[in-house]
């Protein structure tokens, strides 16, 4: 089945730095990854998604890549501030259009953000 | 607040024993999922729901069961209860099946703290 690597476990940045997280899947067929944001003590919440179809997806000051070769993707937050720190995890998702989705996540990347 | 809403917020129960949990997705949504999580296995995929028919499954355990009915709100059935089972079950809805081609958005509820003593 699917496994999802993410890297890093924890991540620690300067406020206005850049923030990468990447991981990398197994299964070829996964064609939907989205990005959560959860902090502690709330429900997680989608932040950008990316399907297999394209390689890049920017909104504002978030960015996934995807490399279907290699099977990775990647988070990147730019201009970091306080207000993102928390767990981010992605995922992957493979099944028919319209149809189901099964997901796997990644184990998660603590982000704190230090003012 | 995500329109998505659980009930119980908190349960406690013992080893062996069977508990529901219940899920009523956001207006409209026909998609439920459901989620574990918890410390050592990170968030888990459980099942989906689409408009009362099961669409995918991940890794629910024989014990567990869920269903969705007419009304579209969810149930999950967590039965045969052991210590591991301890865990935060979020469910989740969305307006469409999913897939790579459509607007796939998941709106999460604010979980489920199941404590199996």
């Known amino acids: 089945g699917e496994n999802v690597e993410q890297h890093p476990s924890t991540l620690s940045v300067q406020e206005g730095d850049s923030a990468v997280i990447k991981c990398t899947y197994s299964?070829?067929?996964?064609?939907?990854f989205p990005w959560y944001k959860q902090e502690l003590g709330k429900r997680p919440q989608l932040i950008i998604d990316?399907?297999?179809?394209?390689g890049e997806k920017k909104d504002q000051r978030i960015a996934v890549t995807l490399n279907k070769t290699a099977k990775h993707f990647s988070l990147h937050i730019t201009e970091t501030q306080p207000e993102d720190s928390a767990v981010y995890f992605c995922?992957?998702?493979?099944?028919?259009?319209?149809?189901?989705?099964?997901?796997?996540f990644g184990p998660g990347t603590r982000l704190s953000v230090l003012p | 607040d995500s329109g998505v809403t659980q009930t119980p917020k908190h349960l406690i129960t013992a080893t062996g024993q069977r508990v529901t949990l219940r899920c009523s997705p956001r207006?409209?949504?026909?998609?439920v999922y459901w989620y574990q999580q918890s410390l050592d296995q990170g968030l888990q995929f459980l099942i989906q729901?689409?408009?009362?028919?099961?669409?995918a499954k991940g890794n629910i355990l024989e014990r567990f069961s869920a269903q969705q009915f007419p009304d579209l709100h969810s149930e999950l059935n967590l039965s045969s209860l052991e210590l591991g089972d301890s865990a935060l079950y979020f469910c989740?809805?969305?307006?469409?099946?999913?897939?790579?081609?459509?607007?796939?958005?998941?709106?999460f509820g604010p979980g489920t703290r199941l404590t199996v003593l």
């Open positions: 207006s409209g949504d026909l998609s």
């Open positions: 299964d070829s067929a996964s064609n939907y």
């Open positions: 989740a809805s969305s307006v469409v099946a999913g897939g790579p081609g459509g607007y796939n958005e998941q709106f």
């Open positions: 990316i399907r297999s179809n394209v």
């Open positions: 995922a992957a998702s493979s099944g028919e259009d319209n149809y189901g989705q099964n997901f796997v």
């Open positions: 729901y689409y408009n009362g028919e099961e669409r």
